[in-house]
């Protein structure tokens, strides 16, 4: 058996977010509620994908089914849930036959917060499915994986997209391309909105924040730095006073540019933040062009291999 050696790129997205932004000493719940919120969360985990399935023939009652397991494994993490929707109807009708939903990103949590809202396709990390607990959800959800470390497989993700957006689906996808801590951000990254502007499908950017017990943000959920999976569960299992605020904005056309597109949906998002994206004056922002793609798999035309122990 061999493993191919992956080679990273001058694109790769980072985020400084690390330990140090996490708070200190926030409010946690007792081992009861801790244990509670576990076994609430392991059943509706297990109830899940069964509910999807059941509904298949039917896609209003499979999304039914979907934002009910959600909304029931949000519950179970201790986190509540406010929307704040101020678009009018011409507005929303924009986006109801299909769209690409535009969003910063935190924390894993992030999914389960969208989903509960409206159940989406979503465009996540190849190696999500494989994640223990919250792998069973993206199979489910029949997420879009995408592997960053491979640039040359990007314009197939892309398609991928436009071709989910043309048939009236919904997916979101997050731009920043890493998880930051809700406190500092990344710039959007253009290359997955050309998905838009090739199915011309119109663009919902959604402003997602987490806010504590007194109604002020907080880095508490994110998922950043060297933390492993299991410890983020863990850690945000016991934390106590989390809500989760996802605000829709105006949509906006997809244009013919989607440097410009990124531009306007990142206005969008980060309004009132009263904070300057730390990577908005960079040159190395992720948005390849096919050439350039193409030109980095010909610099390493075949990653070589070595054998497995």
């Not at 809700?182 to 909105?193: D, K, N, T, W």
């Not at 960079?282 to 497995?308: G, N």
């Amino acid at each position: 058996m061999t493993e191919p050696i992956v080679h990273t790129h001058a694109w790769m997205p980072s985020s400084p977010c690390g330990e140090g932004c996490l708070p200190k000493n926030p409010p946690t719940v007792g081992r009861i509620v801790v244990v509670l919120r576990v076994v609430l969360a392991l059943t509706a985990f297990g109830l899940l994908p069964v509910l999807v399935v059941l509904g298949v023939p039917f896609p209003r009652v499979r999304r039914s089914l979907t934002r009910i397991g959600a909304r029931t494994l949000l519950f179970a993490i201790g986190i509540d849930l406010s929307v704040l929707d101020g678009r009018s109807e011409r507005e929303r009708s924009r986006t109801a036959g299909g769209a690409l939903h535009v969003s910063g990103h935190i924390s894993w949590t992030d999914v389960v917060v969208l989903t509960a809202v409206q159940p989406s396709t979503f465009v996540a990390r190849a190696d999500l499915v494989d994640w223990p607990v919250l792998g069973r959800l993206a199979q489910a959800m029949k997420v879009i994986p995408i592997d960053r470390a491979r640039l040359h497989r990007l314009p197939g993700v892309v398609e991928q997209v436009a071709d989910r957006v043309r048939a009236g689906g919904s997916v979101v996808v997050f731009p920043e391309a890493t998880t930051w801590c809700g406190r500092a951000y990344g710039s959007l990254r253009p290359a997955l909105l050309q998905a838009a502007i090739d199915s011309e499908t119109w663009v919902q950017p959604i402003r997602l924040r987490y806010l504590d017990r007194t109604g002020e943000p907080t880095a508490a959920t994110c998922f950043v730095g060297d933390e492993t999976i299991g410890a983020s569960i863990a850690r945000i299992f016991r934390l106590r006073g989390l809500r989760a605020e996802v605000e829709f904005t105006a949509p906006e056309a997809p244009g013919s540019d989607r440097r410009d597109l990124a531009r306007r949906c990142e206005v969008a998002i980060r309004r009132d933040d009263g904070v300057e994206p730390a990577e908005r004056h960079r040159k190395d922002v992720y948005d390849p062009t096919l050439h350039e793609v193409m030109a980095e798999v010909e610099r390493r035309p075949m990653p070589p291999t070595v054998s497995a122990a």
